[in-house]
């Protein structure tokens, strides 16, 4: 990961964060929108993501979707990593954090969000951790704490999960 802040600060901030905001469209996937003929969405998703995610909410940090688009594989693929947090469809992504902060008890502080795009710069630009990705708009890298390695959908949401796991002691122990 590629970190334009100071390491050491956002460890502990990372220590704090108690919730997980995604975006999905270049974050969870690699940003291609994929349609049948008939109009149905088809998207691909990372399995080191997925269980980046699990082991993120078994580890007690809640993981949520803000996203401008509006699909059933989305709320599928939540269910699936057990996201109880998902606003589909908000393009004002700033004013769902706020409708979701009104709902639960984060503090901007405790979130942290991974954005790729300007509809999610508000977000990046509110929250305690703020990431992106390497295929995400070069202005978005630039105002982040960090950066991935990997790519939107191929990897990059499990390097956010693991370093907020390893900075909160709660990584997998391997021997």
Known sequence: MKFNHDI???TKTACQTRLLLLDVDGILTDGRLYFYNSGEEIKAFNSLDGHGIKMLI???VDVGIITGRTSEIIKKRSA???ITILLQ???????ALREMQSQ????DAEIAYAGDDFPDLPVLKTVGLSFSVPNGHIDIREAVHA????????GAVREITDFIL???NKYPQIK
């Open 89 to 95: 469809g908000r393009e004002d992504k700033l004013n």
């Open 58 to 60: 078994s580890a007690g």
């Open 166 to 168: 390893k900075a909160q």
């Open 104 to 107: 639960v008890n984060y503090s």
């Open 147 to 154: 950066v991935t390695e990997s790519n939107g959908g191929m």
């Open 80 to 82: 699936d990593l057990g």
């Open 8 to 10: 050491k600060a956002l």
